[in-house]
């Protein structure tokens, strides 16, 4: 009873108050108030401009504290992360959910509404999970590295995640939308060791948890203690075929399809196969920048919060 009290009074709330759309800003009075009263007493931090979140956490983890709450969507529950893991300490992240996707929470199983998922930031268990690192080039062309949780993926998801941001549409209209003028993209690809292979996809990705898209299980079969990655691909689809198979992917039943592509893997090596060829890369839900990406597992990295 002492150590809980004792991280209680050692916890940090990083809170984005731009995620949702703004709304977390707005509703941060309930969220805290639902906080308090599930939780117990804890510092609040608001983030200010993309990448706070990161920087923010890393410094709380170096000043000591032992359970970090992000509070947003998955973009800020992925900068938390990378400020966590790129701290070198050993500290323990909590989510208390507020954003556009919440698919990383939905593979942990912590629901939605901000009352249940605070009662869990008390009462839940601790499990240390795998996360991936990956390398590739930023929007300014240079190298860059980060960590992420969820899932990172290439294709037709970055051109959905940019109409999502730019138009506020929901992830199935931004979906329904872009399958209308989607191009598949030419991808060379190498699992661990194995011969590089070179691939024709609507949308490739490297999963580490189950859910990405708002909802869409992509990787039904991802575990997130697993020590691999699960690659799926989906092959060159038109829009009608988009359509029709978009709720078997929702619903993760999607594999046994003869147009999608399964494997496991510990690394991954993804580039355009046409020279000059620029592709965007997304990363739990952000577009960071391009190929080509080195994938790399971390098992049992981060400490996290948990309802299973």
């Known amino acids: 009873m002492g150590n809980r009290k004792l991280e209680i009074e050692m916890s940090v709330v990083i809170v984005n108050p731009a995620s949702a759309g703004g709304s977390t800003g707005d509703a941060w009075p309930q969220l805290a108030s639902d906080l308090r009263s599930q939780f117990g007493s804890f ?81 839940g268990r601790t499990v240390r999970i795998d996360v991936g690192r990956v390398s590739y080039i930023d929007q300014n062309g240079n190298d860059a590295t980060r960590y992420f949780v969820g899932v990172a993926s290439c294709g037709m998801s970055t051109k959905v995640i940019e109409r999502v941001k730019e138009d506020k549409s929901s992830f199935a209209i931004a979906m329904l939308k872009t399958a209308m003028q989607n191009a598949p993209v030419r991808l060379v690809v190498q699992l661990d060791d194995a011969h590089d292979r070179q691939l024709t996809v609507s949308n490739l990705c490297i999963a580490n948890a189950r859910y990405f898209g708002g909802g869409m299980k992509i990787a039904p079969d991802a575990k997130l203690t697993d020590g691999k990655f699960d690659v799926v691909g989906v092959a060159d689809l038109s829009a009608l075929q988009i359509f029709t198979s978009a709720p078997r992917i929702y619903l993760g039943s999607h594999l046994s399809m003869p147009e999608v592509s399964h494997a496991l893997a510990r690394k991954v090596n993804v580039r355009a196969a046409d020279r000059g060829a620029d592709v965007a890369l997304e990363i739990d839900g952000e577009l960071p920048g391009r190929l080509p990406a080195t994938f790399q597992i971390i098992p049992e990295a981060l400490r996290v919060r948990v309802n299973i």
């Open 43 to 123: 510092r609040v931090i608001f983030t200010k401009h993309r990448g706070d979140a990161a920087a923010l956490a890393g410094d709380a983890a170096r000043k000591g504290a032992k359970l970090i709450i992000a509070c947003g969507g998955d973009g800020t529950v992925s900068e938390v992360a990378n400020g966590i893991l790129s701290s070198g300490k050993d500290v323990e992240l909590g989510i208390l959910p507020s954003g556009t996707g919440g698919d990383f929470r939905r593979t942990l199983e912590i629901p939605a509404r901000s009352r249940d998922a605070a009662r869990i930031l008390r009462t």
